[in-house]
């Protein structure tokens, strides 16, 4: 089986409220739940605001770190899932299971051979 990087994209700016939030995260738990019991999921995570991130470059055999994310924009990643699936058509249909459930963009990448234990 392959594996797949499903990210979602975020909008910057401060989360929605409860009202809106505790129904979206009610449904991915519901989407996290199928893949788990699908055995498609390998890991999942959050990510805290590009506001914590710290961005570490070689110049001129230096390396420098930074504060802030690595791009300036509108969206951000805000958590991914990896999953495997035994082609690209599964692993979109889980990205759009996804999209569906929490209401924004999911990029649906394959990993390389050997990019993962």
Not at 12 to 26: F, T
Not at 53 to 65: F, G, H, N, S, W
Request: glycine share 10%.
């Amino acid at each position: 089986m392959k594996q797949y990087l499903l990210s979602i994209y975020q909008p910057d700016g401060e989360p929605p409220g409860p009202e809106i939030l505790e129904p979206i995260m009610r449904d991915l738990e519901a989407v996290n739940a199928e893949i788990r019991e699908a055995g498609a999921w390998v890991f999942s995570g959050g990510l805290y605001p590009p506001s914590t991130a710290t961005v570490v470059r070689l110049r001129d055999d230096d390396l420098l770190m930074t504060d802030g994310p690595y791009v300036e924009g509108k969206e951000h990643i805000g958590g991914f899932t990896v999953i495997q699936a035994p082609d690209l058509d599964a692993a979109l249909e889980w990205g759009r299971k996804l999209a569906r459930a929490i209401t924004l963009p999911i990029e649906v990448r394959p990993l390389q051979h050997g990019s993962c234990a």
